[in-house]
Structures are given as C-alpha cells and as structure tokens.
C-alpha cells in the first residue's frame, strides 16, 4: 500500500500540510517498509486556479492507496474518492512522529497476527 502525505517541506522533518489544496510536496512511502520515500513537487502549487484535479491525479500516476492530511474541501474529497484513494485528514505536525506511530502500529498488528496463527499451528497436532 503506498501512502501520499501532504507537506510542507521535502523531507520527513517538514510538517504535514494544513491544506492539501495548498501542499508543496507530497512525500510517497511504501507501507510494507516505511523506510524509503521519494519527494514529489507538487506542479498545481504554481499554477493558480487549477484546482485539485492536478493534485489528483498526480496521486493517481503514482498508485496512491492512501493520502494524509490537514484538510480537504469538499471537492477534493470527491475527486480522491472516486478515485478509490482513502483519506485520513485532521493530521497536523511534525512528519516523523507520524511515522514512528505508524511503524509501531505495525509491529503491534503484526504480533497480534503471529500470536494468533501460533495456538491455530499447534491445534493440528
């Protein structure tokens, strides 16, 4: 699953940016390691009045399952979602946080998954 995150900056000390409509990059990381992103400028940042339907679709190019954010208006919220890119808006701060709080996320599932298939594998014998 790739994750987008809207933010201020280009490196994972920015902030998450309040407005998606206004984001300067998008940071792109891939959920299964959390561990490399890539940068990508945001073009509709300069060209006014373009609206979201830049932004979208530059999420769309790159396969993004998932956006975080500040705030969407309304109309970014429909156009992501007929895109099937789920949003997880009301995120304000530091990047890094975020993602430390994901990575931790993770283990705890992935525990959880292990210590659940453990009494399933002894069961068969």
């Known amino acids: 699953m790739k994750i987008a995150i809207s933010s201020t900056g280009d490196n994972l000390f920015a902030r998450i940016e309040p407005r998606f409509e206004k984001t ?13 992103f890539k ?54 701060g530091n990047i890094l946080p975020l993602l430390n709080n994901m990575k931790s996320y993770q283990k705890r599932i992935h525990s959880r998954q292990q210590a659940e298939e453990e009494p399933r594998i002894f069961a068969q014998f």
């Open 24 to 36: 300067k990059h998008f940071l792109i990381l891939d959920m299964s390691s959390l561990k490399d």
């Open 39 to 92: 940068s990508l400028p945001n073009p509709a940042v300069e060209e006014p009045g373009s609206g979201v339907t830049a932004e979208v679709n530059l999420l769309i190019e790159n396969r993004i399952d998932v956006l975080v954010t500040g705030k969407c208006t309304m109309a970014a919220k429909k156009q992501l979602e007929s895109a099937h890119i789920r949003i997880y808006d009301g995120y304000y």
